[in-house]
């Protein structure tokens, strides 16, 4: 599946951005889907997951309470709301995708990133 990631931005700090990744000429369907980050200087971090068809979510500790991951699978689409946003949170977000489970920093398809950047 080939995915394409969009809506990063520049906020200030207790900002909000949405991020939002569409399939590109297929479906999302029995895929987990989610998003991980990638920090200047730092390695590739998790950060949300959802399954198929959506009725589980988990989130890296950093941004639980703050971020939410949905999905449209009429739409084939795969968002990221994030709230009260931090400097910290300034990365690369990456769309990904995985059949064999869920999403982590070595999932099977990837997006081409979007970036994020939080200014205090």
């Known amino acids: 599946v080939q995915l394409q990631a969009s809506g990063g931005g520049m906020a200030q700090a207790g900002g909000s951005l949405r991020l939002s990744c569409a399939a590109s000429?297929?479906?999302?369907?029995?895929?987990?889907m989610g998003w991980i980050r990638q920090a200047p200087g730092k390695e590739r971090e998790f950060v949300a997951g959802?399954?198929?068809?959506?009725?589980?979510?988990n989130y890296a500790t950093s941004v639980k309470g703050r971020f939410t991951i949905s999905r449209d699978n009429v739409r084939h689409t795969v968002d990221l709301e994030m709230n009260s946003l931090k400097p910290e949170d300034t990365a690369i977000y990456y769309c990904?995708?995985?059949?064999?489970?869920?999403?982590?920093?070595?999932?099977?398809?990837w997006g081409q990133g979007t970036l994020v950047t939080v200014s205090s």
């Open positions: 990904a995708a995985d059949r064999r489970g869920p999403v982590s920093t070595t999932a099977a398809f």
């Open positions: 000429g297929g479906t999302l369907s029995y895929y987990y």
């Open positions: 959802i399954s198929w068809p959506g009725t589980r979510k």
